[in-house]
């Protein structure tokens, strides 16, 4: 039988742990969870700051807690201008910036482990943006996965061609219009896996269950 004081002990060990990172405009603040026995990395990048985006969106949690439970060590964090992040928002490049400072924090953590990287909404751009320029340096990801990815911010920029790739688009999308991100889809030469998601708004009302074990069976 478990003891009392055995379920808290569990949920220590699950904790995020507050982190400070020098970003590229100065301090970011970050949630980091260190697996002793973690075999992977996952950066999840949250969804947009002007619209009141933080790593505390519950899709961007959704999506740490994913990862964590498949074994990843974690790490999520806010953009310059959010929370205790120091700078004002960019909403080009800088946010990329920003997310590249807190990867290479966590891939100094662990050297030698395999990095995948969640984003959702604007973060979606986010991750896309920094795996490709990370594949340029000659880093390339486990898997990208793009949740009702902010396609339109992509422009002509590339995609990353050597990981793996998972968009995943609601269809009842209030705020990302689906037929882009479709559009998107189509137009990439490379694999890739499009799931779409019946009966679902952009925050997954409902949905986080069933966002969960999608991700879950591809980490």
Known sequence: MNGPDQGHGVLALLKEHPVSLEGPCGVLEGLYYND???TRLALICHPNPVKGGTMQNKVAATLQRT?????????RF??????????????????VDDAEAAVRWLMAQHPQLPLSMLGFSFGGFVAASLASRLEAEGKALEHLFMVA???????NEKTP?????TIIQ???????EPEQVYAFSAGLS????LLKV???????HGKLVELKELVAQRL
């Open 149 to 155: 990815p902010a396609v339109m911010r992509l422009g």
């Open 198 to 204: 019946a009966e679902c708004s952009h925050f997954f």
């Open 36 to 38: 002793p026995d973690a």
């Open 161 to 165: 061609e050597r990981c793996s790739l």
């Open 190 to 193: 490379r694999p890739h896996e």
């Open 67 to 75: 990862a964590r439970d498949a074994g990843y060590s974690t790490l």
């Open 170 to 176: 609601p269809e009842n999308d209030e705020v990302i």
């Open 78 to 95: 806010n953009y310059r201008g959010v929370g205790g992040s120091a700078g004002e928002h960019d909403m080009r490049t800088g946010e």
